[in-house]
T-cell receptor, first 113, second 115 residues
């Protein structure tokens, strides 16, 4: 079992819908949580970065972390066709010897006009 | 400010050959990490370099190696290529490495196809 699990989708929603993307994890040492967006033939782009539990909002995007449940979410409000991409969750533990990100496999999102 | 630059964008090799991929980090960034992305396994960590030293290594065989130069540029080498090495190889840079996590910024990757 991978340390980070993410439903691959695909997820198809109409323009303007609220999108909910989720990941679960098993390593309780994870403290840093990120969401990346990846368009076809491009590298991942950092969307949201959260330390420990709680919510963080940035424009139409809200990231939530529930460490007690080992569950993180990304909400996209008023979704746009330009949001169509693969969304990857990533997380890591605190380390003094460098670090590695542990990624989910990504959820493919399609927003239709 | 220029982003992370990876060259080449595409590569086609045959089994048994070796390949070298190059990465130039964002100016001022001193840490470079490499990841392999495949449809089956997703993104997997290969290794991380800071100040020309490998700081962390993932679970990949010794055929995968890397290095970092004094200007923070990095190269990754894969020897004796196998069909399963076909993947998108991504380089990411960050400002520094320390006890506090740093945000990673990725390049567009090198798509390697092994025939």
């Amino acid at each position: 079992q991978k340390e980070v699990e993410q439903d691959p989708g695909p997820l198809s929603v109409p323009e303007g819908a609220i999108v909910s993307l989720n990941c679960t994890y098993s390593n309780s040492a994870f403290q840093y949580f990120m969401w990346y967006r990846q368009y076809s033939r491009k590298g991942p782009e950092l969307l949201m970065y959260t330390y420990s539990s709680g919510n963080k909002e940035d424009g139409r995007f809200t990231a939530q972390v529930d460490k007690s449940s080992k569950y993180i979410s990304l909400f996209i409000r008023d979704s746009q066709p330009s949001d169509s991409a693969t969304y990857l969750c990533a997380m890591s533990a605190r380390s003094n010897s460098g670090y590695a990100l542990n990624f989910g496999k990504g959820t493919s999102l399609l927003v239709t006009p | 400010k220029a982003g992370v630059t990876q060259t080449p964008r595409y590569l086609i090799k045959t089994r048994g050959q070796q390949v070298t991929l190059s990465c130039s980090p964002i100016s001022g960034h001193r840490s470079v990490s490499w990841y392999q992305q495949t449809p089956g396994q997703g993104l997997q960590f290969l290794f991380e370099y800071f100040s020309e030293t490998q700081r962390n290594k993932g679970n990949f065989p010794g055929r995968f190696s890397g290095r970092q130069f004094s200007n923070s540029r990095s190269e990754m080498n894969v020897s004796t290529l196998e069909l399963g090495d076909s993947a998108l190889y991504l380089c990411a840079s960050s400002l520094k490495v320390g006890a506090t996590n740093e945000k990673l910024f990725f390049g567009s990757g090198t798509q390697l196809s092994v025939l």
